[in-house]
């Protein structure tokens, strides 16, 4: 039904890694299942949050990166920026 173009799925992806949503079906191991995937995934629109790129979310970023490692020993990739979860609760906290 996918490939009949009768129906469109959406998908909402909150976090901005170029590597997790790029190919999220794709499968090292498994070049079929790969191809099958990428055909029902030609029905998907993908809908991701915009990053901004004004000086003052790049210092937020930076101190959101710092604290994630410090404080959790979470460490986020190079690509990678402040989840967009943080932005809003800081929105919504200063304003």
Do not use: C
Request: no cysteine; aromatic share 12%; hydrophobic share 35%.
């Amino acid at each position: 039904m996918a490939q009949s173009g009768e129906y469109v799925f959406f998908s909402i992806e909150l976090f901005t890694s170029k590597s997790e949503t790029r190919r999220p079906w794709w499968r090292e191991d498994d070049p079929l299942r790969n191809h099958r995937a990428k055909k029902a995934y030609e029905a998907l629109l993908q809908v991701t949050a915009r990053v901004p790129d004004t000086n003052e979310y790049s210092k937020f970023a930076r101190t959101v990166k710092e604290i994630a490692k410090d404080k959790f020993g979470f460490d986020y990739k190079q690509e990678e920026s402040a989840s967009i979860e943080a932005v809003v609760v800081r929105r919504m906290v200063h304003t």
